[in-house]
């Protein structure tokens, strides 16, 4: 197991050996996410399986996803409601809707 001896946090280096820099990396408290517009490079979905607000771990579908087209969402199947599907039909190149 290597020894980790700093971390770089914002652009700040602390010495983890230090009990100073140890306590001020456990108080950190920002826990959110920079935004960056890019219309040019595809990305996945991802978000929360939790029901309330929480700093957990993001999940994807890498099935769902956006591509370097800016506005375009692609995924194979996508459920309208309880009772509608619209999924694509690879076989015959159609737009199937599915009703329950």
């Known amino acids: 197991m290597s020894d980790i001896s700093t971390i770089t946090v914002n652009n700040v280096t602390y010495n983890l050996k230090d009990s100073y820099a140890r306590g001020k990396i456990d108080s950190m408290t920002d826990t959110k996410v ?3 517009l890019n219309t040019t490079t595809k990305f996945f979905l991802a978000g929360t399986a939790a029901t309330a607000t ?17 506005g375009q969402l692609n995924a194979a199947t996508y459920k309208v409601n309880e009772q509608v599907t619209l ?14």
């Not at 999924?87 to 329950?100: I, K």
């Open 34 to 36: 920079t935004d960056t």
């Open 54 to 70: 929480t700093t957990g771990t993001q999940i994807f579908d890498s099935g769902i996803y956006s591509t370097t087209t800016s």
């Open 87 to 100: 999924q694509w039909n690879s076989t015959d190149e159609s737009l199937d809707f599915l009703f329950a």
